[in-house]
């Protein structure tokens, strides 16, 4: 009779409680990256998946969606408005998020981009009236 690894009820039970307990407490930071929360997420549910324990892929979206940091709310409120939640899968909605999320990096770059050009352009134009001011100084001083 060849030997296997079973789990015992109580340690089997007790492993599901608390990846039940990691599912219902799961958040999303807000520096978190869509790619790096889906993987803590679905580490989760494949675990309890193994264990014959889990939920509905209906509930993962809706619970993927409430955990996100409050920073992605808007496109919380877009998804939910705009997809049937009960067929949207797991996956589709991953994907749309790493789009949005690729946007938002877009443009927070394009942002920091300006801002360092108006302030390099800031101190190019202190710089260029200072030296009109010494130059001004200069002469006067010749008379």
Do not use: C
Not at 31 to 36: G, K, Y
Request: charged fraction near 35%; hydrophobic fraction near 35%; aromatic fraction near 6%.
């Amino acid at each position: 009779m060849p030997l296997t690894k079973v789990m015992s009820v109580p340690i089997k039970d007790n492993k599901i409680d608390h990846l039940v307990q990691q599912y219902e407490q799961i958040m999303i930071l807000e520096e978190e990256s869509i790619d790096n929360a889906f993987a803590r997420f679905n580490t989760i549910i494949t675990s309890l998946k193994a264990l014959d324990e889990g939920f509905s892929s209906k509930n993962y979206v809706r619970k993927f969606l409430r955990a996100l940091h409050p920073k992605w709310r808007a496109k919380v409120t877009a998804i939910e408005e705009s997809k049937d939640l009960t067929s949207l899968s797991l996956d589709e909605l991953i994907g749309n998020l790493n789009v949005y999320e690729v946007m938002i990096k877009n443009d927070s770059k394009m942002v920091k981009d300006k801002r360092e050009q108006n302030r390099s352009l800031a101190l190019k134009a202190k710089k260029e009236s200072s030296d009109e001011d010494s130059s001004t100084s200069e002469s006067e001083d010749e008379e």
